[in-house]
Structures are given as C-alpha cells and as structure tokens.
C-alpha cells in the first residue's frame, strides 16, 4: 500500500516488499500479470505474519493458469484443473460478434409470439421467481482442434467447461407467459452484435431448460452472458444463448444461420444432420497429458468425462496403446450432463507406450474412435467430434499428444 | 414435492414418538400436525402465475422482432436485385468476403464447382477423386434463401451490423443468390419472391436422428 505502484510495474518483488509486508497489495496488484511464479520464492513465511483480510481473496502469484485464447474463443486450460467446477474467470468462451457490455439496470427479457400474456422481464423480476441451481457442462460443438504432438488438453477440447448455474426454470416463464400448447419451438436470441438466434425444440428442452443469471455463486461472467443467458443442460454450448434478450415460441424452427450453414453435420451418405443438440459422450485424460512428463513407477491417470445424454456409467483406460482396457474409478458424486473425474492408478514400466480413456454413458454408448466417426460420418463433418483421444509417453518420460491416432 | 413428503414424515414420526401421553394429548398433537401438515403443504404449492412481469406493447415487441422465417413471414416490405446489390457489396461486403464473395478474412460466400453437388457424401467424393476440396457456401450448403436475409440484416457487416437498410439487405440477398447462379441478376428479391426460392442444398438437410445407446452415428 505505500508502494502505490505496486511491483507489477516491473513483475518483481523486492526483498524489502516482501519483509515489509507490502507483498499482499502487491499480489493483488499483481494479478495475472505474473507467470514466473514471483512472490512466493523464497519469502519466509514463519518469522513475519503474513498479509491481512482483503476484500478480493486472490490466486498465489505462483499460479497462474490461462486460458488459451483465439480471435473467436478461449479454451479452457483442462491439464491445469483439479475436480470438476471450472474456476469461473477459466470457463471457456465462444461468441460471433464480442463480449457486449450489458448495462444490468437496463436489461429486459421479452418474451412473445405463441404465448397469451406477451411479457417483459427485469432481471429483479426473473431474480423474484423460483430458483434453482444445477451444476453441469458446457461444451462447444466445434470442441476438437488436434494440431500435432504439441497439443494441449486444453487446445484440443478445452471448449467444455463446468460451473454450478444458478436461474429461473424456463418452464416457469413459459407458464407465466401463457405459453400456447400448439407451439413447438422457440426462438432465443441474445444482444450481442451479432443478435444471435437460435431455435430451441420445446419438447425436448423444457424439462431441463433454464434461465440463468448466475454462475458459482456470482452473477454470470460477461463472456458467459451476463447478466442472463439460456441454459440446456447437455446441449451444444451454440444453443445456450447468451445475452438473452427476447424468446419467441412458434410452431416451426426460424432456420437461422447458425443452425443451417454453421453446426450441422454434412455426413458421408450426402445428408446433412440439423439440430444435432446432444453432445454425446466423451472423455479426456488430463494428466498426464503434455507437456507433463512422468517418472517410472506409480503414477495417477486422471481426467473428465461427460455426457449430454445424463450419467456417466464408466470410464475405461487403456495403458497400452489400445490393447486391453480397464475400468477407472468415478469420483462421486457422478451428476447427469456433468463433467465426472476419473483417476486410475498406474505403475508405469519406463517403456514407451500410450495411455487413452474412453467414456461410456448410461445409454450404452461408448465414445467412438476416430476410424468410426469418419466412416460413419464422412470426412467433411467440422462440428461434435467426439473421438477418443490418447497422450503418447516416450522413454524419457515425456508425454505428447497421440495426433496419430485422430489423422485421416 | 420430495421435499414436501419429506418434511411431513419428519412429523408424523415425532407424533408416535409421544403416544403414551393420553388421549388429549394425542389428539392435540393429531390436529396439530394436520394443521400443520397443512400450512407446510400450502407453503409449497406452486401458483399457476406469479403476476411477475410487465406486459410487453406492440410497438415493444416490433422494435425486437427482427426474426424472418422460411414460409417469410417477418420480411418487410422493400425489393432490391443483384445489380443494384453489386455496388452496395464492393463497398460494404467485398473487404472480408473477397470482390466476387471467394472469401478473404470471413468465409468464403459464392460456390465454385462443382455446382449441381453439395461439397460432402458419395457423388461429391466421386467427383472430387482426391482432389482439393470445395468450401461449404451459401450456394452449395445453405437451406433456405430467408437465411441470407435475417443474418446479414441482424449481423453484417461485421463491423457495423444493424445499419444496413431493408432495400440494401434485399439488393445483397439477391447479389449472392445470384452469384451462386440460383437467381437471375435482374431479379428482384421481395417478401414474396424470397421465400419462393429453393436453394440447391434445401433437400439435403435432415433432423438429428441420434438417440443414445451403443450406435454411433
């Protein structure tokens, strides 16, 4: 605090500051700033106390996980998380025309068209309804980007991420609204400057379909819709609108752009696939995965797995290149359309090898490799890959990601 | 309504818990737990409405209701053709979609061969025979020509959405129908002619048949 400027200025602590004390202003100056783990190296803990309460409780200096951002999105960095919430400012993002700023005071939710009340919403009136929370995934549809051995967890599918949403069920708007029974689906649509649309089936979102504003106990992020967003537990991360301003029900699908031209699945037999909402089942290892490397002996395979379809049943683990699989243990609790960790433990030999998961949900389907997907789906298919992917450990230990196993 | 049971076997097993406390004792606690029981279930119960909400204005909903379906209802009134939209693109569009919509910094617009086939399954494959592939485009992979209309009125151009006027959204609706050799150039787009145009990909596109269990598909 006497150090105004703070050691962010130059990414440095001195000795001074941190015998000082000045060193808890400073972290949180600090911020994100740091990558080198400074602040924490070599500061005696036992012969001073430590900084006092502050009203923001901050990360340690020594870590500073990141998301891995491009032009359009930010992926979640999975080879860096423990459990299954998805630290909030990690959660992954995905949006067509930026993050708007929505002014809370002056946001209104309308929702209209085959409904008998044409209503307007404040966000204190959706706050007033009933609430509910629900922890489950999201995940993008486009969630599988393998570049080369060099590929992250989270550069190969950190478009899922999961957080405890908290909102208004959508079946209590619509109950509100009037809702006719004649209508089968509804248009969302958020304010964001793309005003992005896209139409929901009422019949199968309405059981679990949720208005959210809040997320881990706080109000949304702006890069997951603040102040509102839709909610469908399972569902492609495209169709959870954010910045939900207006809902219309209607009898017929809007055919809007991003439900024709983008995320529909052109398959092998010259049909293309629509509204394929479901995000079927899917694991990924997590550590170890690169750029780990492990030693000889006992280690802990460990990751997530999940399913837009509800539970996960099992998880199976291969240790050798596909050979022969066993069974994870699940991490309870297991929540439907939830990420679920698995760990399995593993006496690594010091040979080269392979280590690969493979989800099975409580539907019976097991995650697919990527020789089934494309011959059941084509090789021109961009969105819901789903296939099961491995992490190659060579005989020093280091592990790359297995790009072999996932080329045409 | 879990909670509910829940609750009410809650009291129901502290009440024969004290049985041997008389008959008037008993029948006090029986009565006390129905009312009870009965205020907790009342408490419960969910209203049909909550009277939460502002009725919403015609002039309201208009301002928002930008939305245009296939059967076109939502289109305004207005008209434009490709030639008038030629101008209004190599101003507007040409900068990120390339001069002749070939693409550039955002996707590719105006199909290339082949042009009587969607660039995916059996007789594209054939036709290809390992050749380079062909983008998917608005000739060759959109369903609905009312699709070009709501996305570039709602969403383009990037970096001024909104701002485009119903004759000028109608004129570059009609230029890409036309560059993609569904419309002639000189034909003007409408809220009637619009929706009568079927686009080459329309019948190809299928709901989702996926229901879980062991088949991938």
């Not at chain 1, 990141?66 to 949006?95: A, F, N, V």
């Not at chain 1, 037999?269 to 750029?291: E, N």
């Not at chain 2, 406390?21 to 606690?29: E, K």
């Not at chain 2, 910094?105 to 009587?116: G, N, Q």
């Given at each position: 605090m006497r150090n105004s400027k703070g050691p962010g200025a130059r990414g440095r602590f001195t000795r001074r500051e941190i015998l000082t004390g000045t060193v808890g202003a400073a972290a949180i100056a600090l911020g994100a700033k740091d990558s080198e783990g400074q602040g924490t190296a070599g500061v005696d803990t036992i012969h001073k106390p430590g900084h006092g309460p502050t009203p923001i409780g901050t990360r340690s200096p020594a870590e500073q996980p990141k998301r891995l951002p491009s032009p359009i999105s930010?992926?979640?960095?999975?080879?860096?998380?423990?459990?299954?919430?998805?630290?909030?400012?990690?959660?992954?993002?995905?949006?067509?025309?930026?993050?708007?700023?929505?002014?809370?005071?002056?946001?209104?939710?309308?929702?209209?068209?085959?409904?008998?009340?044409?209503?307007?919403?404040?966000?204190?009136?959706?706050?007033?309804?009933?609430?509910?929370?629900?922890?489950?995934?999201?995940?993008?549809?486009?969630?599988?980007?393998?570049?080369?051995?060099?590929?992250?967890?989270?550069?190969?599918?950190?478009?899922?991420?999961?957080?405890?949403?908290?909102?208004?069920?959508?079946?209590?708007?619509?109950?509100?609204?009037?809702?006719?029974?004649?209508?089968?689906?509804?248009?969302?649509?958020?304010?964001?400057?793309?005003?992005?649309?896209?139409?929901?089936?009422?019949?199968?979102?309405?059981?679990?379909?949720?208005?959210?504003?809040?997320?881990?106990?706080?109000?949304?992020?702006?890069?997951?819709?603040?102040?509102?967003?839709?909610?469908?537990?399972?569902?492609?991360?495209?169709?959870?609108?954010?910045?939900?301003?207006?809902?219309?029900?209607?009898?017929?699908?809007?055919?809007?752009?991003?439900?024709?031209?983008?995320?529909?699945?052109?398959?092998?037999?010259?049909?293309?696939?629509?509204?394929?909402?479901?995000?079927?089942?899917?694991?990924?290892?997590?550590?170890?995965?690169?750029?780990?490397?492990?030693?000889?002996?006992?280690?802990?395979?460990?990751?997530?797995?999940?399913?837009?379809?509800?539970?996960?049943?099992?998880?199976?683990?291969?240790?050798?290149?596909?050979?022969?699989?066993?069974?994870?243990?699940?991490?309870?609790?297991?929540?439907?359309?939830?990420?679920?960790?698995?760990?399995?433990?593993?006496?690594?030999?010091?040979?080269?090898?392979?280590?690969?998961?493979?989800?099975?949900?409580?539907?019976?389907?097991?995650?697919?490799?990527?020789?089934?997907?494309?011959?059941?789906?084509?090789?021109?298919?961009?969105?819901h890959q789903n296939p099961v992917t491995g992490w190659k450990i060579g005989a020093d230990g280091v592990v790359r990601f297995g790009i072999e196993r996932v080329r045409s | 309504m879990d909670g509910i049971g829940d609750q009410r076997s809650g009291i129901g097993d502290r009440g024969s818990g004290i049985g041997d406390w008389g008959f008037g004792i008993r029948w006090f606690v029986v009565v006390a737990t129905l009312l009870v029981g009965a205020s907790i279930a009342k408490a419960q119960q969910t209203p049909q409405r909550f009277g939460i909400g502002t009725p919403a204005t015609r002039e309201e909903i208009a301002t928002l209701d930008i939305d245009v379906r296939p059967d076109g209802a939502g289109l305004p009134l207005g008209s434009g053709t490709a030639v008038e939209g030629a101008p209004i693109y190599a101003q507007k569009c040409a900068a990120c979609h390339g001069a002749n919509g070939e693409g550039g910094a955002a996707d590719v617009l105006v199909a290339a061969e082949p042009r009587t086939s969607a660039p995916f399954g059996p007789a594209y494959e054939s036709w290809r025979n390992g050749g380079k592939d062909v983008p998917f485009t608005i000739g060759n992979y959109w369903p609905y020509a009312t699709t070009i209309f709501d996305y570039v009125r709602r969403a383009m151009p990037a970096n001024a959405p909104g701002t485009l006027t119903t004759n000028e959204t109608y004129s570059l609706t009609a230029w890409l129908l036309a560059r993609n050799g569904i419309i002639d150039e000189s034909a003007p787009m409408t809220a009637e002619t619009l929706p009568k145009v079927v686009m080459p990909a329309h019948a190809r596109f299928a709901p989702d048949d996926r229901k879980g269990g062991p088949t991938v598909k």
């Amino acid at each position: 605090m006497r150090n105004s400027k703070g050691p962010g200025a130059r990414g440095r602590f001195t000795r001074r500051e941190i015998l000082t004390g000045t060193v808890g202003a400073a972290a949180i100056a600090l911020g994100a700033k740091d990558s080198e783990g400074q602040g924490t190296a070599g500061v005696d803990t036992i012969h001073k106390p430590g900084h006092g309460p502050t009203p923001i409780g901050t990360r340690s200096p020594a870590e500073q996980p990141k998301r891995l951002p491009s032009p359009i999105s930010s992926r979640t960095p999975l080879q860096d998380l423990d459990g299954t919430i998805t630290p909030s400012d990690l959660h992954y993002e995905r949006h067509h025309a930026g993050v708007p700023a929505v002014d809370p005071g002056a946001y209104q939710l309308l929702v209209h068209g085959m409904v008998d009340r044409p209503l307007t919403f404040t966000l204190d009136d959706l706050r007033h309804f009933p609430q509910v929370s629900r922890i489950c995934f999201l995940e993008c549809s486009g969630n599988f980007t393998p570049s080369g051995e060099q590929t992250t967890a989270g550069a190969l599918c950190g478009l899922t991420s999961q957080s405890e949403w908290t909102g208004v069920m959508l079946s209590t708007i619509f109950k509100e609204a009037g809702a006719h029974p004649q209508a089968t689906w509804f248009l969302a649509e958020g304010q964001d400057a793309a005003v992005m649309t896209r139409s929901i089936p009422i019949k199968g979102a309405i059981g679990e379909a949720m208005i959210a504003y809040a997320q881990n106990g706080e109000p949304l992020r702006p890069e997951q819709g603040y102040p509102v967003r839709l909610l469908l537990p399972g569902w492609e991360g495209n169709a959870n609108v954010k910045w939900l301003r207006r809902i219309e029900l209607a009898d017929q699908p809007f055919m809007t752009r991003e439900e024709t031209s983008k995320y529909t699945d052109p398959l092998a037999d010259g049909t293309a696939r629509q509204f394929s909402l479901v995000m079927d089942a899917r694991s990924i290892i997590t550590t170890p995965s690169y750029p780990h490397q492990i030693g000889q002996g006992w280690n802990e395979i460990r990751g997530i797995a999940w399913s837009g379809r509800g539970l996960i049943r099992r998880v199976d683990i291969s240790t050798d290149s596909g050979q022969t699989w066993k069974t994870a243990t699940l991490q309870q609790p297991v929540l439907p359309k939830a990420h679920a960790r698995f760990r399995y433990l593993w006496q690594w030999d010091g040979k080269p090898t392979e280590v690969l998961s493979r989800a099975i949900d409580e539907t019976g389907y097991a995650q697919p490799d990527w020789q089934t997907l494309q011959a059941v789906r084509g090789r021109r298919t961009r969105y819901h890959q789903n296939p099961v992917t491995g992490w190659k450990i060579g005989a020093d230990g280091v592990v790359r990601f297995g790009i072999e196993r996932v080329r045409s | 309504m879990d909670g509910i049971g829940d609750q009410r076997s809650g009291i129901g097993d502290r009440g024969s818990g004290i049985g041997d406390w008389g008959f008037g004792i008993r029948w006090f606690v029986v009565v006390a737990t129905l009312l009870v029981g009965a205020s907790i279930a009342k408490a419960q119960q969910t209203p049909q409405r909550f009277g939460i909400g502002t009725p919403a204005t015609r002039e309201e909903i208009a301002t928002l209701d930008i939305d245009v379906r296939p059967d076109g209802a939502g289109l305004p009134l207005g008209s434009g053709t490709a030639v008038e939209g030629a101008p209004i693109y190599a101003q507007k569009c040409a900068a990120c979609h390339g001069a002749n919509g070939e693409g550039g910094a955002a996707d590719v617009l105006v199909a290339a061969e082949p042009r009587t086939s969607a660039p995916f399954g059996p007789a594209y494959e054939s036709w290809r025979n390992g050749g380079k592939d062909v983008p998917f485009t608005i000739g060759n992979y959109w369903p609905y020509a009312t699709t070009i209309f709501d996305y570039v009125r709602r969403a383009m151009p990037a970096n001024a959405p909104g701002t485009l006027t119903t004759n000028e959204t109608y004129s570059l609706t009609a230029w890409l129908l036309a560059r993609n050799g569904i419309i002639d150039e000189s034909a003007p787009m409408t809220a009637e002619t619009l929706p009568k145009v079927v686009m080459p990909a329309h019948a190809r596109f299928a709901p989702d048949d996926r229901k879980g269990g062991p088949t991938v598909k």
